[in-house]
Nanobody
């Protein structure tokens, strides 16, 4: 069973940066795309970014394009999300998951990591 431990969140002022980590276990990490997702209070969970398994292809939601960068280290079974120029609307709980599916296609989520951006 795939398991994820997300970390790196915190409280930051608008314009600041954070780097999130996603430590994965229970599956062949290097064989799968990885996605980052977020859910803000009172809103539906949305897909933020995805990275392919081994050729570096990436994709971003329009709302974060140019500010966030996804990466991965297959040798460490870990994915990252570098978040720069943070805005208050980036405030959410961030999760990672196997693949690049729509959020409703996932059965469960890890505990996530809280990102709070103050104005």
């Amino acid at each position: 069973e795939a398991q994820f431990v997300e970390s790196g969140g915190g409280l930051v002022q608008a314009g600041g940066s954070l780097r999130l980590s996603c430590a994965a276990s229970g599956f062949a990490f290097g064989n799968y795309a990885i996605g980052w997702f977020r859910q803000a209070p009172g809103k539906e969970r949305e897909r933020v970014s995805c990275i392919s398994s081994n050729d570096g292809r990436t994709g971003y939601a329009d709302s974060v394009k140019g500010r966030f960068t996804i990466s991965r280290e297959n040798a460490k079974n870990t994915a990252y999300l570098q978040m720069n120029s943070l805005k208050p609307e980036d405030t959410a709980v961030y999760h990672c998951g196997v693949g690049c599916l729509q959020p409703h296609e996932y059965d469960s989520w890890g505990q996530g990591t809280q990102v709070t951006v103050s104005s």
